[in-house]
């Protein structure tokens, strides 16, 4: 077939089978009587050859080493075309996401689409103090957007900027939430911590779900978080991590408050004791702890309780529960 044909039944353009022609990529093999360069059969079958491994991304250069060199193997590249794939991907996820953001805000005219431009890329910058600032002080009139915030929280390692983040999407009244929440599912440890960390400071049902959800959490340093917000706001399923908490010393001092403060009625008092009864162990640091955790909570039996640890076979544990049975205890006058 002459080059004209070829084109027509291959899709690829004359001028595209000329450069693979000049290149040495695709050269028609076969003559005609009148001396025209033909393509034969094996041609045709490289020029689809090309077309396929154009359509991964691979370059005419690396085309050529791929068909020619019969040591090249294809998975060192096709690992490199994979990596080049994710960030361009990653780069028009991100266009699209600033497009929405300016779409959502309805700007009125383009400086105020310009000025979202720069608040957003004052949330990315590779400068912590840009970005603090970023989410600190927008434009009165030019709020942060709740979504985009809750995103840079889920990513952001500085606790100064993790702060004011969280202190931002607080300010967006409950919103962003969802994308938070998103972040406990993540496999990353540090990325939960942080979504807890925002959820704990919005007020609301959803974030007291989604952190309700964070009780179950394999790693301590989410579930504990997790527990301390839940205890705050009255939530009584808490209570097991809290009191795991004061076992394992991990902020048992913030645990026993939270402990405390959770005792509104005499069930949940008598179940919070039985919890700590339970949770004591042979090590004298843990039985100091519970005796500790003992005395932030209200009540008679708790009191009992100590009362009962002040004749501990362990002298330091005997002595520090009679010295905080015999004073004033939270409820007592």
């Excluded at 700007?107 to 608040?119: K, T, Y």
């Excluded at 400068?127 to 600032?133: N, S």
């Amino acid at each position: 077939m002459l080059i004209g044909e070829v084109a027509r039944r291959s899709g690829v353009s004359s001028r595209m089978l000329r450069h693979y022609d000049s290149l040495g990529l695709v050269r028609p093999t076969g003559r005609t009587v009148g001396g025209y360069r033909e393509y034969q059969d094996e041609d045709i079958r490289r020029i689809f050859h090309v077309e396929s491994l154009r359509s991964l991304g691979l370059s005419l250069r690396q085309i050529s080493r791929a068909l020619e060199d019969p040591t090249f193997t294809p998975s060192a590249l096709v690992g490199d075309l994979i990596r080049q794939a994710e960030d361009r991907l990653n780069q028009e996820q991100e266009l699209l996401a600033r497009l929405r953001t300016v779409d959502a805000s309805a700007p009125s005219d383009w400086q105020d689409a310009l000025r979202i431009v720069e608040l957003l890329r004052g949330l990315t910058s590779p400068h912590a103090a840009r970005r603090q600032q970023a989410a600190l002080n927008p434009a009165e009139d030019l709020p942060v957007p709740a979504d985009r915030i809750a995103g840079a929280i889920l990513t952001e390692a500085d606790p100064n900027v993790a702060g004011a983040l969280r202190w931002a999407l607080a300010r967006a009244g409950g919103d962003g939430v969802a994308e938070v929440a998103a972040g406990l599912r993540a496999d990353d440890a540090d990325v939960r911590q942080r979504a807890v960390l925002a959820l704990a400071e919005i007020p609301g049902e959803e974030a007291g779900k989604a952190l309700t959800e964070a009780l179950g959490d394999s790693d301590a340093r989410v579930r504990g978080p997790a527990a301390l917000a839940l205890g705050g706001r009255g939530t009584t399923a808490a209570i097991p991590v809290l009191v795991r908490m004061v076992v394992d010393g991990t902020n048992d001092v913030e645990a026993a408050e939270v402990l405390g403060a959770l005792v509104e009625n005499p069930r949940s008092e008598e179940r919070i004791v039985a919890a700590l009864a339970d949770a004591l162990t042979e090590d004298s640091a843990v039985r100091i702890r519970v005796v500790q955790a003992l005395a932030e909570i209200p009540g008679t039996k708790a009191g009992g309780m100590l009362e009962r640890l002040a004749g501990d076979a362990d002298p330091a544990v005997a002595l520090i529960a009679a010295a905080l049975a015999g004073r004033d205890r939270p409820g007592e006058g």
